[in-house]
């Protein structure tokens, strides 16, 4: 918990008062609480979704959303993107492409409240899990371990809504060597992550020249958005899931989880880490 006095100002949280107990004491005080609202992403005047996320770098959510869903196959795609708020929320007008435009009108499907398990909305199992460019092992990087360690340590002092708010998450792109270059965060695991290759996307980096790093679990979304960024490893503080580890292999992808400084374990494509 961080007081007023402590933290002045913090972009993506609201000021808020606290009374409790803590260590047997009591307190009241102003805290900082990270904003979680609705935001609607629109195509061509048309809205195709409903988010619950924290409203910073919503371009980036756009971006990062679309490419991850299949709606824009590259950012080029994208031509105009612009996020107005309103008494409700947020609504991101974003103007596409007549080939992304007919690419969503045939999948089109009412996705509110991902934050929580990715899949609401779904209508079928065939809609679950999408192609995903298989990554060449030929050509993908190799990683030293201390370097995956050497990103996880470094990203407290870059998370500046969780030091005020210990309520987001974060996903970061590190180089090879493990310096985070890239961070974005969210409430929500999967926004953080779309937001992080949507910045890749609009500043045009190679995304395969490094490693994704998430403040969560490694779940199947998780691991599908990382392969479709063409990130060769996919390094989580938490546990993935079976149908994550899946997933990574099928994508040839490296899957990390459990990083504790210089421990973790490794559930596909080993052979990408020295």
């Not at 950012?75 to 435009?101: C, D, I, N, R």
């Not at 407290?156 to 090879?176: M, N």
């Not at 403040?215 to 990382?226: G, L, N, W």
Request: one cysteine or more.
């Amino acid at each position: 918990m961080q007081a007023a006095d402590t933290v002045r100002f913090c972009e993506g949280a609201q000021l808020l008062p606290v009374r409790g107990v803590r260590g047997g004491r009591p307190f009241d005080v102003q805290d900082w609480v990270a904003e979680e609202v609705p935001v609607a992403l629109e195509y061509n005047g048309i809205s195709h979704a409903v988010m619950l996320a924290t409203p910073l770098d919503l371009e980036d959510f756009a971006l990062g959303f679309s490419l991850g869903e299949g709606i824009l196959d590259a950012a080029h795609e994208l031509y105009a993107v612009e996020a107005e708020q309103s008494a409700l929320g947020f609504t991101v007008h974003m103007q596409v492409s007549g080939a992304a435009f007919a690419r969503l009108k045939q999948r089109r499907r009412s996705m509110a409240g991902r934050t929580g398990c990715g899949l609401c909305g779904t209508e079928s199992l065939t809609q679950v899990s999408r192609e995903i460019p298989v990554l060449r092992d030929d050509v993908a990087v190799r990683f030293e371990r201390g370097a995956i360690a050497r990103a996880m340590l470094q990203l407290p002092s870059q998370r500046t809504l969780q030091e005020a708010t210990g309520a987001v998450h974060a996903a970061a792109w590190c180089s090879a060597d493990g310096e985070v270059m890239w961070l974005r965060e969210d409430v929500g695991r999967h926004n953080a992550l779309d937001k992080l290759v949507g910045a890749l996307a609009a500043n045009e980096v190679d995304a395969s020249a490094g490693f994704i790093a998430v403040t969560s679990r490694a779940s199947f979304e998780m691991v599908q958005k990382a392969a479709m960024a063409g990130a060769p490893l996919l390094a989580a503080v938490s546990a993935p899931t079976s149908f994550a580890v899946a997933t990574a292999q099928r994508a040839g992808l490296t899957l990390v989880g459990f990083v504790r400084q210089q421990d973790l374990g490794v559930y596909s494509h080993a052979q990408r880490l020295r």
